[in-house]
């Protein structure tokens, strides 16, 4: 036998499975191989960070947050929110390529704040790829504000600027489609100067036209926060402290709930079955059927997120912000199996006492989206891939 090393060769005792210890050697070495197999299996399907970017258009110090984020099956992802430029704060969208590069990015012309101030939703993306964005626009004396429609193609050109009159305050807070890419929208007047506020759900035509407007009330002001989604069976919202569902060809109540939730509204999502997903105030997330009958209580979920979505399979994917005094808060976003069970989480933002937000959070085809703020200097959009991991 050659020795091309140059070094001695040492003579190896023979191994024998005729003893006890030679056996339990073997068992010890071979289980040592299988954990370390399954490890590594587990962490080649974890979740892990593809890509962030942050993008800062306000030069002062500003808030500046991706408050709506989709993709569509080339991986192209969209994102709006809150940005601005030196003369102010507006609505700003971009288009990122799959790598994480800007492609395009529109900032509204006038003083506007994006829906995901108040909803959960301010972005969705219809069957021909074109995205439409709600907001409110400031009037010329920033003395008020009116819900704002857009509605912008793949390429970045506005197909259409909508504003409605819903009376003093109003905003259009999230939108939803359903499979006709018919628009839903749920929205809201802020209860400025003595006015009161109500709480809407409207469905528009492709041109803009309302089709049917319902609104309420609320007894009690618990706050502006609103969600809303589309089911086959029906729109559903959450907020002025009602969960409501109402029909799609005429808005009439199929059923609602009186539910305490944290700022007066939810962030909602369905699955595919057509079950919904909405954070009460305590008690972490309440899966219901389609006739407002609740099926499970996932009591491990966060109560923190401030959005949510599901995938496919059921799996719940969070984000919000981690909360503590002594190291201000980062972006977190978690990963639940159907049954509520937590697969994985992970956290992202600059080190040390800065206030780092989740906001919005989408999943398709493998990859999680998360928008949000990040501290650089100022508060700066940011926008977040991930793999969504086993």
């Not at 399954?38 to 399907?45: D, H, P, S, Y």
């Not at 989709?70 to 790598?99: E, K, W």
């Not at 395009?104 to 108040?118: D, F, I, Q, T, V």
């Not at 719940?316 to 201000?328: A, N």
Request: aromatic share 8%; glycine share 14%.
């Amino acid at each position: 036998m050659s020795n091309r090393s140059g070094r001695s060769l040492r003579k190896v005792s023979p191994f024998s499975l005729n003893s006890r210890a030679s056996i339990t050697q073997l068992l010890s070495i071979t289980l040592t191989i299988l954990a370390a197999w399954i490890l590594g299996a587990q962490q080649a399907g974890a979740q892990n960070l593809e890509w962030a970017v942050s993008y800062n258009g306000i030069p002062a110090s500003a808030l500046e947050e991706m408050e709506g984020v989709v993709a569509d099956a080339a991986g192209n992802v969209f994102a709006t929110g809150q940005s601005g430029s030196g003369t102010g704060s507006a609505i700003c969208t971009m288009r990122l390529s799959p790598s994480g590069t800007i492609v395009w990015k529109l900032l509204e012309s006038k003083a506007s704040l994006c829906g995901g101030m108040w909803g959960r939703t301010p972005l969705t993306q219809d069957a021909a790829g074109n995205l439409i964005v709600v907001g409110a626009e400031f009037a010329n004396n920033m003395s008020n504000w009116n819900p704002l429609l857009l509605k912008y193609s793949p390429g970045g050109v506005t197909l259409q600027r909508e504003v409605f009159d819903l009376g003093p305050y109003a905003s259009f807070d999230g939108v939803a489609l359903d499979a006709s890419s018919d628009i839903y929208v749920v929205a809201h007047n802020n209860p400025n100067n003595g006015y009161p506020h109500v709480v809407h759900t409207l469905k528009l035509g492709a041109t803009g036209e309302i089709l049917w407007s319902n609104s309420y009330t609320p007894g009690t002001f618990w706050g502006t926060r609103g969600g809303i989604v589309v089911t086959a069976s029906g729109v559903c919202t959450a907020a002025g402290g009602k969960v409501i569902k109402r029909d799609l060809a005429t808005g009439g109540v199929l059923w609602e709930k009186d539910l305490i939730m944290s700022g007066g509204g939810s962030p909602l999502a369905a699955d595919g079955a057509g079950n919904f997903y909405v954070f009460p105030f305590q008690n972490g997330l309440t899966k219901y059927d389609s006739e407002g009958n609740a099926l499970a209580v996932f009591g491990a979920v966060s109560n923190l997120a401030s959005d949510l979505d599901v995938d496919a399979a059921g799996n719940i994917y969070i984000v919000g912000s981690t909360v503590s005094s002594k190291s201000g808060s980062d972006i977190f976003t978690q990963k639940y199996n159907p049954a509520g069970n937590l697969v994985w989480s992970t956290t992202y933002g600059k080190p040390g006492q800065y206030s780092d937000q989740g906001v919005a959070v989408t999943v398709r085809d493998g990859h999680v989206y998360v928008g949000g703020s990040r501290y650089n200097k100022n508060l700066d959009m940011c926008t977040l891939k991930y793999t969504a991991g086993n």
